[in-house]
């Protein structure tokens, strides 16, 4: 399959277009089921009917979901000066016309955090547009249906309900959360509502899972690795596991002129020595990060030492067991710390997140796609979490990252990707999909 040389322009065009609905006029935002979310969700449909998807369709909590339908016969779409230099067998991978085919899904968010870019998530919804309107322009189609998602909600900007878009796409949607109020105490259920979808259905919006076969997504890298190695791409080992705890600590506040330096019981010391061990621990072994990013010293004063501090901690892994070690290491120098300074520690862990391996078989076939068009294959974890987390929990599923400007900076207005990174990404996205025919 040959794709045309405009794919980059048209996705960063699209992207450019795209940034102009904002909740806040002079920074791009949007929200859940705010007019702004509503008017992309309308414009995403619109392209995708022009890209020439055979169906478009809006579930009930606001994904706009493209297919793009299977040649008849297997073979169609795959023509011998494939850029992966793969032609599947037609007979082999032949359609049996008693039976539907196999599903192959991609896509991923089109909110946003408050005042961010036009790349984070979108860019995977708009790169296989691209590549589904070069498809239609050719009249060629891949021996599998292909869904395009735009997952409504992943961010959880408004009602703090991430992967809100994503858990109804593979059925595993929380119903509970459409009690959740924002910031205005309006209900999700009645947002919903207002934009002319039905609630109670949420729980019904689960794609074909039987005939799935595959997620992928298409994603900036949302940190500075690819930049820094001059890399254009990356291919996704797997999307960190992580663990967040809120740690209380409790000393005893006494006067700062008058209490002796070996007689104290100083909660804020006691922080400063876990905030340096964990960066430490995690510095320690490549793929483990650990982040301490509140600090509070509660009712601290310039001539007190502190009675209380309370402190975050966010560790993050490829795999489980690698989180696992360095908490428990953790814990116990907590625990050495405290009983040394005689300051109490209470710990609470507000979130867990199991690590999500992509799948081997795919990720050879994201490198193949790679090295034919002369890119050099590097892999790397992500340590960001992305809708294709709860995909994978139904599927395989894999990833491709995209370089990121601007010092690798995301969730930020400064966030850019260039064109021919973009146009790069998109042709190694048709090779995938080219190879990935092979296998159906």
């Given at each position: 399959m040959k794709t045309s040389p405009t794919l980059g322009n048209r996705i960063m065009a699209w992207s450019a277009d795209l940034a102009t609905h904002t909740d806040h006029p002079g920074m791009l935002t949007c929200a859940y089921m705010t007019p702004a979310h509503r008017a992309v969700a309308a414009q995403l449909d619109t392209w995708m009917h022009d890209c020439g998807f055979d169906e478009v369709r809006h579930d009930a909590v606001g994904n706009v979901i493209g297919l793009y339908r299977a040649a008849p016969s297997a073979g169609v779409?795959?023509?011998?000066?494939?850029?992966?230099?793969?032609?599947?067998?037609?007979?082999?991978?032949?359609?049996?016309?008693?039976?539907?085919?196999?599903?192959?899904?991609?896509?991923?968010?089109?909110?946003t955090v408050r005042d961010g870019g036009k790349y984070d998530g979108r860019l995977g919804i708009l790169l296989p547009m691209a590549i589904v309107a070069d498809l239609h322009a050719q009249g060629l189609r891949l021996p599998y249906d292909l869904e395009v998602v735009a997952f409504a909600e992943e961010e959880g900007l408004r009602f703090g309900s991430t992967f809100l878009g994503s858990s109804a796409y593979v059925g595993r949607f929380d119903?509970?959360?459409?009690?959740?109020?924002?910031?205005?105490?309006?209900?999700?259920r009645a947002a919903i509502e207002e934009a002319g979808l039905d609630p109670a259905q949420s729980a019904h919006c689960a794609t074909d899972i039987?005939?799935?076969?595959?997620?992928?997504?298409?994603?900036?890298?949302?940190?500075?690795?690819?930049?820094d190695r001059n890399l254009p791409l990356g291919i996704v080992t797997a999307i960190n596991g992580g663990v967040r705890r809120i740690l209380t600590l409790t000393g005893l506040a006494s006067h700062a002129g008058t209490t002796p330096m070996d007689m104290r019981h100083d909660a804020a010391c006691a922080a400063?020595?876990?905030?340096?061990?964990?960066?430490?621990?995690?510095a320690s072994v490549p793929g483990l990060v650990g982040t301490v990013g509140t600090l509070q010293v509660v009712n601290g004063s310039v001539n007190v030492v502190p009675g209380a501090c309370r402190l975050s901690l966010d560790l993050r892994a490829p795999q489980d067991s690698m989180r696992d070690a360095a908490l428990a290491d953790i814990e116990a120098r907590i625990?050495?710390?405290?009983?040394?300074?005689?300051?109490?520690?209470h710990t609470e862990e507000v979130m867990r997140k199991t690590a999500s391996a992509c799948a081997p078989a795919e990720q050879a076939l994201w490198a193949k796609a790679v090295a034919a068009h002369e890119a050099e294959v590097y892999e790397?974890?992500?340590?960001?979490?992305?809708?294709?987390?709860?995909?994978?929990?139904?599927?395989?599923?894999?990833?491709?990252?995209?370089?990121?400007?601007?010092?690798?900076?995301?969730?930020n207005p400064l966030e850019t990707i260039t064109v021919e990174d973009a146009q790069l990404a998109a042709q190694v996205t048709a090779s995938f999909l080219q190879e990935l025919a092979a296998t159906c």
């Open positions: 779409g795959v023509d011998s000066e494939t850029n992966s230099g793969t032609t599947p067998s037609t007979a082999q991978n032949a359609t049996p016309a008693t039976s539907k085919p196999r599903l192959v899904s991609t896509g991923s968010h089109y909110d119903s509970t959360v459409l009690e959740k109020t924002d910031a205005e105490g309006i209900t999700m039987s005939r799935l076969k595959h997620y992928f997504e298409v994603h900036i890298e949302q940190g500075p690795v690819l930049l400063a020595e876990i905030i340096l061990y964990v960066e430490q621990r995690c625990e050495e710390i405290c009983q040394r300074r005689g300051v109490r520690c790397l974890p992500s340590g960001a979490g992305h809708d294709a987390m709860m995909v994978g929990q139904v599927a395989s599923m894999s990833m491709l990252f995209v370089r990121c400007g601007n010092g690798g900076i995301s969730h």
